[in-house]
T-cell receptor, first 110, second 116 residues
Framework: DQQVKQNSPSLSVQEGRISILNCDYT??????FLWYKKYPAEGPTFLIS?????DKNEDGRFTVFLNKSAKHLSLHIVPSQPGDSAVYFC?????????FGAGTTVTVRA | KAGVTQTPRYLIKTRGQQVTLSCSPI?????VSWYQQTPGQGLQFLFE???????NKGNFPGRFSGRQFSNSRSEMNVSTLELGDSALYLC???????????????FGPGTRLTVL
């Protein structure tokens, strides 16, 4: 049962533009949401997170938005840079356990 | 501070064999979690250990087991390997093992297991 879904397997964006990654979840008991970035042959790297009691968290070029009523969160990257090309995983936490989406591959074009 | 380390990085086994993977968490981290990553499946949670006790378990068969030592290092074992066990196995550690918003999991580079 996939409780966290990333319906877009890939995203291509021009350098300098905004990247918007989306994630949907089904379990209303998740208390914390995270985004991870993964390069090939490396483990996922923590990017940004948001508590279920908030609706927005910003860290530099990265902003995460949470819409609890829609069970939806999104990650905005502004402006997109070539080094942002990677796989991005959305994750949701409950009881020390992270449930991950299948990932979205972002390609930033020069 | 050194990051999460996993050994070995690559492993090739044949069906029916067993394998043990090792994870050393970030110094001071007490919680260690294991995940399996396969193409198209994302990361699937295997189990989580805290203070040498398995605290949470995912939906994997009993062939997958683990343990944690007093220094927080953890091992994962897979017995009677199947072709479908071929995957990247990731270990993640967190400082407190609590539900605190600050208790983020940090991942190691993973062990790439290939079962022939």
């Amino acid at each position: 049962d996939q409780q966290v879904k990333q319906n877009s397997p890939s995203l291509s964006v021009q350098e300098g533009r905004i990247s918007i990654l989306n994630c949907d979840y089904t379990n209303s008991m998740f208390d914390y949401f995270l985004w991870y970035k993964k390069y090939p042959a490396e483990g996922p790297t923590f990017l940004i997170s948001i508590s279920s009691i908030k609706d927005k968290n910003e860290d530099g070029r990265f902003t995460v938005f949470l819409n609890k009523s829609a069970k939806h969160l999104s990650l905005h990257i502004v402006p997109s840079q070539p080094g942002d090309s990677a796989v991005y995983f959305c994750a949701a936490r409950r009881d020390y356990k992270l449930s991950f989406g299948a990932g979205t591959t972002v390609t930033v074009r020069a | 501070k050194a990051g999460v380390t996993q050994t070995p990085r690559y492993l090739i086994k044949t069906r029916g064999q067993q394998v043990t993977l090792s994870c050393s968490p970030i110094s001071g981290h007490r919680s260690v979690s294991w995940y399996q990553q396969t193409p198209g499946q994302g990361l699937q949670f295997l189990f989580e250990y805290f203070s040498e006790t398995q605290r949470n378990k995912g939906n994997f068969p009993g062939r997958f087991s683990g343990r944690q030592f007093s220094n927080s290092r953890s091992e994962m074992n897979v017995s009677t390997l199947e072709l479908g066990d071929s995957a990247l196995y990731l270990c993640a550690s967190s400082p407190l093992g609590t539900s605190s918003s600050a208790d983020t999991q940090y991942f190691g580079p993973g062990t790439r297991l290939t079962v022939l």
